[in-house]
């Protein structure tokens, strides 16, 4: 993905990356309602093994989408609401965009439809 300049979006990039797996939404989700969490709480909640929540939160963190802090022997995941804000600033200039494109290809079918009558 580009930004309007030309340039590799990175952010974006891994935000989406990181979302397109349900695994990784739940996780982000479960977060965001519980506000902070553990692996091994994330864990219970979902089906799969604590390493794997832990691999699933690495990305999330690389992603700049949650954050850990050590606690004692524990890390406590946060979310991170920035890379995602950002993200939807992206989704929403995007669709803006299309939006426009569309109401420009409507107005010429418009004008065309009336010059065939």
């Not at 909640?45 to 022997?73: E, M, T």
């Not at 995941?77 to 600033?89: K, N």
């Amino acid at each position: 993905m580009t930004d309007e300049q030309g340039g590799a979006d990175e952010p974006v990039d891994s935000v989406l990356t990181a979302l397109a797996d349900p695994t990784r939404r739940q996780l982000l989700q479960l977060l965001a309602a519980q506000g902070e969490a553990t692996a091994t709480t994330l864990a219970e909640r979902l089906p799969v093994s604590r390493q794997a929540v832990v691999k699933h939160l690495g990305v999330l963190d690389a992603a700049g989408l949650v954050s850990g802090s050590r606690v004692g022997r524990e890390v406590r995941y946060t979310v991170r609401p920035a890379a995602l804000d950002a993200t939807a600033r992206w989704m929403a200039a995007l669709a803006t965009d299309w939006d426009q494109r569309l109401a420009i290809i409507k107005r010429a079918a418009e004008a065309a439809e009336r010059n065939e009558r």
